[in-house]
């Protein structure tokens, strides 16, 4: 019973952490520590396709299952039998591609990601930081079939006694009434796991980068960013369908610059414009999709995940009391994926609609005791944010919103 089939991932989560579009020129004075916790959670259950629709995520797998499928399949097992419902049908008007029923399906995945973050003053310019996250992970898929009014149609045919085709219609009833048992059966047959439940825990890409406080005036500021995603966390599992990977399997290299200006005592904007150049890696995959492509097995392919560049804008509010608030919006552009396997042919069905683009609004509040501890005021700088970031509109994306509370203790 062929299909074509989906593989799930997160990729707004699988690399790195998620960067906010608020971000701040500030950075340690020499000799003192930050430890940042961060805690992300976000569902999926939607993709955006090329034109910015929204599908659910296991869509490719909603197709209508035709006589040519089931021919196909019985062909392989006993030709004769196969001869002989196609001439059945033939006789009676019905074509190749006319429909037994269609596939239905629906999938889901929820990750929650903490992420410990230290960062060390090493001059009064120059902050040093690396962070990884631990990921824990759950997704399901599951599928079923519903027959049409064609399959009803022909399956009484077969069974009045004129036509002399019981045992034919009893096959085919029971093939129909098990379709997405015959799908996992064939899976198996490719060395590909069941589709169903799937869970998974694991540390993600680790981060290390460099800020360097560049340029201040009264009232503002810049600051660049430089730094590498390592290839710390599992990648995407080949013979899972509905794996979420911790991590793309190859080095990311990034630099960011920040302007902030400060209006208003009290108030700051601040901009931002960040690239990243993703590295050649080398993993583990299936050509595609299609029963053909899964039968033929893996290959280890080469790959290059496209560029991405990121932009954000950000308002930020802090009170003397210590309240602060923000609002951002970011938008982010990767270009097109490259993928080759062992022989060096590209692999189209891997590259397709692996351009994205990706707009979020964002909104935070939180408490800092940073001000009231150099007044005296408490006994410990410390900082604690709750922010929100909402997807606007997407190309070839996943659909989520991310929660993040974050906890900062400065020493």
Known sequence: MNTSLAFLAVPLLCVALPGFAVEHTKTLPRGRFNFNLRSIATGIATKTDSSGKSHGLAAPLERDLTFNDVLRNQGAVSPTRAAKVEGFMLA????????????????????????????????????????????????????????????????????????????????????????????????????????????GTGWGDTTVAAKWRAWESSHMAMAATFGSVLPTGRPDQARVMNDVPFGDGQTDLFTQATWEENPLPGFSVSQTLKYTHQMPGRREVFRGLDPEDLEAGTTNANFKLGDRIDAGLGFAWAHPSGVTASVGWQANRKWSDSWHDAEGFRLNALEANTDETLFLSEMAAGFSTVAGYLRGEYAAPAEVTFAVARQITSRNVMESDLYEMSASLFF
């Open 92 to 199: 009676n008007d019905l074509d190749r591609d006319d429909s037994l029923g269609r596939f239905s399906a629906s999938a889901k995945a929820s990750v929650r990601v903490t992420a410990p973050v230290l960062a060390f003053g090493a001059t009064d310019r120059v902050t040093l930081a690396i962070g990884a996250p631990y990921m824990s992970a759950r997704s399901a898929i599951s599928v079923g079939f519903s027959r049409s009014e064609t399959a009803s149609e022909f399956l009484a045919m077969l069974s009045d006694p004129a036509n002399n085709q019981h045992e034919a219609a009893l096959e085919l009833d029971e093939k129909l009434g098990a379709a997405p048992a015959e799908l996992n059966r064939e899976l198996a047959a490719y060395g590909v796991e069941p589709l169903g439940s799937w869970s």
